[in-house]
């Protein structure tokens, strides 16, 4: 049974179509998250949604936007994508310090 | 500067050796200390997890940590070729969720 569980897990798509990444996790967990991981493996935050509240928004552009219908699914929609927008697209669930990620969502904008 | 460092690497080793992969921070308040591990194509999964100064043992992992001189590690005993993968540190602050990620270091045991 996933615990953090990501769709799309391959996303090839158009400079300027519109997409989203959906999340879901089964633990339980407050607190979710969006991560994006670059060519060089870098892991940075991009947002952080406490019982559907959003509580952290790092500098993002607003091309993206995050959606918390629940406190068990977090889902990212992404607007007129770039080619910059490539990456790999992490969700993560955590219970104080314990965080489970999901298994990325490989996103390629041609 | 960044506020977590680590060298990216990559690091190659024969099996059997030790490994220690290495991390420096700048900010004082970060007070809990992680490493994952991500396997190629795969999420970075939580090794060890630490919130003190000293070693914690985990088999053959032991995170270390220096809050004094801001530096964590990790070290890894009789690698095997199946712990080849990307380590990444990652620090949070007392009062916060966000997890801060070093760059991950690429790490190759060869049999």
């Known amino acids: 049974d996933t615990a953090v569980s990501q769709t799309p897990k391959y996303l090839v798509t158009q400079m300027g179509n519109d997409k989203s990444i959906k999340c879901e996790q089964n633990l339980g967990h407050d607190t979710m998250y969006w991560y994006k991981q670059d060519s060089k493996k870098f892991l940075k935050i991009m947002f952080s949604?406490?019982?559907?509240?959003?509580?952290i928004n790092e500098t993002v552009p607003n091309r993206f936007s995050p959606k918390s219908p629940d406190k068990a699914h977090l889902n990212l929609h992404i607007n007129s994508l770039e080619l910059g927008d490539s990456a790999v697209y992490f969700c993560?669930?955590?219970?104080?310090?314990?965080?489970?990620f999901g298994s990325g969502t490989r996103l390629t904008v041609v | 500067q960044k506020e977590v460092e680590q060298d990216p690497g990559p690091l190659s080793v024969p099996e059997g050796a030790i490994v220690s992969l290495n991390c420096t921070y700048s900010?004082?308040?970060?007070?809990?200390f992680m490493w994952y591990r991500q396997y190629s194509r795969k999420g970075p999964e939580l090794l060890m997890y630490?919130?003190?100064?000293g070693n914690k043992e985990d088999g053959r992992f032991t995170a270390q940590v220096d809050k004094s001189s801001k530096y964590i590690s990790l070290f890894i005993r009789d690698s095997q070729p199946s712990d080849s993968a990307t380590y990444l540190c990652?620090?949070?602050?007392?009062?916060?969720?966000?997890?801060?990620f070093g760059e991950g270091t690429q790490l190759t045991v060869n049999p």
């Open positions: 990652a620090i949070v602050e007392t009062s916060g969720s966000r997890l801060t």
């Open positions: 993560a669930s955590s219970h104080v310090h314990g965080y489970t």
């Open positions: 949604y406490n019982n559907k509240e959003l509580i």
């Open positions: 630490t919130y003190s100064s």
């Open positions: 900010n004082s308040a970060f007070q809990y």
